[in-house]
Structure formats: C-alpha cells, structure tokens
C-alpha cells in the first residue's frame, strides 16, 4: 500500500496567517490526491482533489499543488472557521490512503 | 438533494458480527462507486473498502480483508458492510461515502452522518 506521511501533525496559527501543509508519498501517484478538512463532531469534507482543483463552494484562500510525490496545502490567510483537522488521500490506486493528519489550531 | 442514512451501529463483542447499512437517496446508484471510511476515538481517517458502480468489483484495506465484504443493493439503494470475527482495534465511526468521477479527477462529494461499532466485551 502506498503510504502518505503528510507535515505537520500539529500547527498553531493565527487568524490571518498563511499556512502550509504537506504530504508526501511512498511511490508517485500523479496528481491523484485530495485534501480533506473535518472539524471536531463532524464529517469529513473534501476541499481539492486532483492536487489543485477546488471543490464547488470552497473558498479560494484554499490552493493545493505539487504531482509525483509531494504535494502542498496553501491557506492564504487564515479564517476562524478554518481550525480543523486536515488529511491528505491518494486515490491513485487501492487501497486507498490517508495522511496521519495535521490539527491546525488557534495561537 | 443527495442523502446517504446510516443505520446498524453499536456495541459488539471481539470475534461477532455487525452489519452497517447506508441507504442512499437524490442521485442514481447505479452509476457511482460507493466508499467505507472510518476513524478510531481520537484517530485519523481510514479508508476501508470500495464496491464500484455496478457491483463487480471490491477492494478492501489489508486490516480489514478477509473479515469485512462490501455489497450493494441496487434495488434498496444501499450499500452494505457485513463485519466478521470483529477486533476491538475495529472500534470506530464507520461513514459511507459516495464518489464522484469527473474530468480530471475523482472525490467524495457525499457522506453518510457516521454510525460508532464499538466491539468491546
């Protein structure tokens, strides 16, 4: 299985910062990644798949980047509501796999 | 609007049983791959097993293989998780999810609400 190490696990930030999260994996996937926010008591949400593309409705202060291995989150300038956990997932090939997770909090 | 419905969680002891069921509405079924994904108390994300669109294919996490089947019902609109021989490291919230295929990509656009197995004597 292919395995994802993803940078940080844990983040301190402030509202307005900008933030970066990576992820990397054992093999190259492509561009066959997404990122996914959940905050506490809820579901997950995917916010970008295929590395860069934005899901419908998520703000444009999220960007991803990066193909083969490495692979980036970006957000621009941090929002109250955006203090969550956030994973990375290949789906280049089964089984699928996620990151261990990075919780972004408030400093 | 698309809805994915949980049902069958619980508490259940090491080595029995448990069925998940999600029951899908607002989209049609035939046409999408159906996910199970599930996070331990205080844990990350897992993806646990797929079933395409039509039935024919299934593919599992190896913590899993051999223990759970994935199957759907395409006249219930439901995707199932038969559970067997159950560990207490299976402990966990177990979601559904539905996947979207489109043009240069693929994601999850829908989630069941996520139903606790407990296995624990």
């Known amino acids: 299985a292919i395995q994802m190490t993803q940078s940080p696990s844990s983040l301190s930030a402030s509202v307005g910062d900008r933030v970066t999260i990576t992820c990397r994996a054992s093999q190259g996937i492509s561009d066959e990644l997404g990122w996914v926010q959940q905050k506490p008591g809820s579901g997950p949400k995917v916010l970008i798949y295929?590395?860069?593309t934005l899901q419908s409705g998520v703000p444009s202060r999220f960007s991803g980047s990066g193909s083969g291995t490495d692979f980036t989150l970006t957000i621009s300038s941090l929002q109250p509501e955006d203090f969550a956990t956030y994973y990375c997932l290949q789906d280049y090939n089964y089984p699928y796999t996620f990151g261990q997770g990075t919780k972004l909090e408030i400093k | 609007q698309v809805q994915l419905l949980q049902s069958g969680g619980g508490v259940v002891q090491p080595g029995r049983s448990l069925r998940l069921s999600c029951a899908t509405s607002g989209f049609t079924f035939s046409n999408y791959g159906m996910h199970w994904v599930r996070q331990a108390p205080g844990k990350g994300l897992e993806w646990v097993a797929v079933?395409?669109?039509?039935?024919?294919?299934?593919y599992y996490a190896d913590s899993v293989k051999g223990r759970f089947t994935i199957s759907r019902d395409s006249s219930k609109n439901t995707v199932y998780l038969q559970m067997e021989s159950l560990r207490p490291e299976d402990t966990a919230v177990y979601y559904c999810?539905?996947?979207?295929?489109?043009?240069?990509?693929?994601?999850?656009?829908?989630w069941g609400q996520g139903a606790l197995v407990t296995v624990s004597s």
């Open positions: 079933v395409s669109h039509d039935g024919s294919h299934t």
């Open positions: 295929a590395a860069s």
């Open positions: 999810a539905k996947i979207t295929a489109v043009a240069g990509g693929r994601y999850f656009d829908s």
